[in-house]
């Protein structure tokens, strides 16, 4: 039996692009929860102590629900885009509950 997979990911937003990224991320996050693909909860949090930190918090029915979500075309097309405002790489981690 597969187990739920939670991942993390940490990133930062340029500061001049914050409302750019925060719309890409709302966009997003409404094509992701429409996938067919084991997509359990999916949510981006802004740091509410430094507006150009935000987390994801997603939970996935399994890892291979979680990697077939980086095949769909609306994830690509983020990942295209996001060069344009973060600031630096995300920091990703991935859990299994105990």
Known sequence: MS?????????RAQASQVDAMKA?????TTQTL????????YTY????????LFTSLEVWQNAEAEAAHWE???LKKL???LPTVMDGEAEVTKYHRI
């Open 72 to 74: 769909t075309d609306h």
């Open 34 to 41: 429409s996938e067919e693909v084991g997509c359990i909860s």
């Open 79 to 81: 990942l295209s885009q």
């Open 3 to 11: 187990k739920p997979l939670y991942v993390f990911a940490k990133f």
């Open 24 to 28: 890409l991320l709302i966009e997003f």
């Open 45 to 52: 949090l802004q740091s509410s102590e430094d507006e150009t």
